[in-house]
């Protein structure tokens, strides 16, 4: 596709329950970064993939969180037994080869009710 | 520990004033450096780059200096316009053995008319 694609754009979830954050990279980009944003607040990083090496999960906050990807293409993002404090937009990146520029989606606004 | 920090967390200032932001970081072994844009509900952008051998560079009315001795760059925007108003973060890559996008908290700025 043209550009990093996520989906949903938007989701309401009840607390306790679980989640699925989607995210398209760009063909071809064989590194791909997931990072939450709270309001107002700086860009926290999750996890990091990078072709077919282990991937970078420091920036998971709890086990309640993982993150596949497939090969270089699609990943999700699995929140388990969502949480108020869960609530935030969840931004996904990738980008060519690793250290190059990278291009974000939009994002998903998750709001934990 | 790889860290990225930004001054200040907030700037206000008028249409057509220029104003600074800041960098500094202890990441190491460094590989780049990246500013990026973040208007209001929308990924971030990149604006520049900077590598090791680079001082300054331009991009219209965005300069970004580097000094890898000291660890800081800053952002320079000239003739403010009310579309500068969005979030701005130092993005720096580590070349160390696994590279990864660590992210600064951003400088919010707000242009007034």
């Known amino acids: 596709g043209a550009g990093v694609s996520q989906s949903p754009s938007n989701k309401v979830t009840e607390k306790g329950k679980d989640v699925e954050l989607r995210c398209d990279p760009i063909?071809?980009?064989?590194?791909l970064y997931w990072y939450r944003q709270s309001l107002g607040q700086g860009l926290e990083f999750l996890i990091y993939f990078q072709g077919n090496s282990a991937p970078d999960k420091s920036g998971l906050p709890s086990d309640r969180f993982s993150a596949e990807r497939t090969g270089e293409s699609v990943s999700t993002l699995t929140i388990q037994r969502t949480q108020q404090e869960d609530s935030a937009v969840y931004l996904c990146a990738s980008s060519l080869i690793s250290g190059a520029e990278a291009f974000f989606g939009q994002g998903t606004r998750l709001t934990v009710v | 520990k790889n860290q990225v920090e930004q001054s200040p967390q907030s700037l206000i200032i008028l249409e057509g004033k220029n104003c600074t932001l800041q960098?500094?970081?202890?990441?190491?072994?460094?590989?780049?450096l990246r500013w990026y844009k973040q208007d209001t509900g929308r990924g971030p952008v990149s604006l520049t780059i900077?590598?090791?051998?680079?001082n300054t560079k331009s991009n219209g009315r965005y300069t970004a200096t580097l000094d890898a001795d000291t660890k800081q760059s800053s952002l320079h925007i000239t003739a403010s316009q009310l579309s500068d108003s969005a979030s701005y973060i130092c993005v720096v890559t580590s070349s160390g053995g696994y590279n990864k996008l660590i992210f600064g908290a951003g400088t919010r700025l707000a242009v007034h008319p």
């Open positions: 900077m590598t090791f051998s680079e």
């Open positions: 960098c500094n970081y202890t990441v190491s072994p460094f590989s780049n």
């Open positions: 063909s071809g980009h064989t590194a």
